[in-house]
C-alpha cells in the first residue's frame, strides 16, 4: 500500500518551507509590513522591549518573516533606518556631486532634505534621543558607522566648497559649520515635545518650510560675508584704536 504524497501541489516531490512567502508582490507586502509595525513600536518603547512576536502580530504577520526578510530584529532596525535615512544620504551624496551654478543652494536643499524627513517620520527624533544619544544607547555605534557618518560626516567637505566658493568666509571652520548645521537640523525635532508647549508650534509642512528657509538664512548670514553688526564693531574698535594713539 504506497503512502499519500506530502508534497505541495505543483511541485512534486518537494515540501515548501514552513513561514517562506510566496509571489514577489505579497513578499514585499509582507516586508512592508513589517518596516511599517517596527516604526510603530520603535516610537513608543525601547527597542528591547519590542520584542519579535509583536511586531509581527502587528504587521499580522507570522514571526518566521521577520528572520527571513531581516535576518533578526537588528537586521530589521537596520532596514528601517536605511528605508527612512537612506534617501537624504543620497541627497548630501548628489549635493556632494554637484558643480557651478547647481551647487548654490547647497545648504539649503541639505537642510530641506533633513528637516523634512524629521517632520514626516518622527519616531526618527525620539529614537536617536532613546537609542543613540542615551548613554550605553545600544545602536550608537551602529547609527554613527552607517548614516551619522555618512551624511554628517560629509558636510565639512561640503562647506569647504561654499567657502572656496566665496559663498562663506574663508577663515570659517568647516568642522565647527557642520556641528551648527546638524545642531539646527536636529534640535528643533528632538526638543519638540517641550517646544510644542512653549512655543505653541505644530511641525506642519508649512511650518517645516518656513523653518527652513529660517535656517538657510541664518546659517549664512552668520556664516557668510560681514554683517552690518561686524563692520559696525570693527568701526567702533578702529575708533578706540585711534582715541589711545
Known amino acids: 500500500m504506497s503512502r499519500p504524497s506530502t508534497a505541495s501541489p505543483g511541485k512534486p516531490g518537494r515540501k515548501r518551507r514552513p513561514g517562506r512567502p510566496t509571489g514577489t508582490a505579497h513578499t514585499a507586502a509582507i516586508r512592508s509590513a513589517l518596516l511599517k509595525a517596527a516604526r510603530e513600536l520603535f516610537a513608543k518603547r ?30 530589521l532596525y537596520r532596514a528601517m533606518l536605511q528605508e ?62 552607517e548614516f551619522a557618518a555618512k551624511g554628517g560626516g560629509r558636510l565639512p567637505a561640503l562647506l569647504e566648497r561654499e567657502i572656496a566658493s566665496g559663498r562663506v568666509r574663508k577663515d570659517f571652520d568647516p568642522t565647527l559649520g557642520a556641528l551648527s548645521f546638524m545642531s539646527m537640523a536636529l534640535f528643533p525635532f528632538i526638543a519638540l515635545p517641550v517646544a510644542e ?25 552668520g556664516a557668510g560675508h560681514k554683517s552690518s553688526r561686524t563692520r559696525r564693531d570693527e568701526s567702533r574698535s578702529r575708533g578706540g584704536s585711534k582715541a589711545h594713539g
Do not use: C
Open 46 to 75: 525601547d527597542f528591547t522591549a519590542a520584542s519579535v512576536r509583536e511586531i509581527a502580530a502587528a504587521a499580522r504577520v507570522n514571526p518566521a518573516m521577520i528572520h527571513y526578510h531581516f535576518g533578526d530584529k537588528d537586521g
Open 84 to 145: 527612512t535615512l537612506g534617501p537624504v544620504l543620497q541627497k548630501v551624496q548628489d549635493l556632494m556631486d554637484r558643480s557651478g551654478r547647481e551647487s548654490q543652494t547647497s545648504i539649503h536643499d541639505a537642510l530641506e532634505a533633513v528637516m523634512t524627513m524629521l517632520a514626516r517620520e518622527p519616531w526618527v527624533a525620539r529614537l536617536i534621543v532613546r537609542e543613540v544619544l542615551a548613554e550605553e544607547g545600544p545602536f550608537r555605534e551602529l547609527f554613527i558607522r
Open 197 to 221: 508647549k512653549v512655543f505653541g508650534i505644530r511641525m506642519t509642512d508649512t511650518f517645516t518650510r518656513r523653518l527652513v528657509e529660517h535656517s538657510t538664512r541664518l546659517f549664512y548670514e
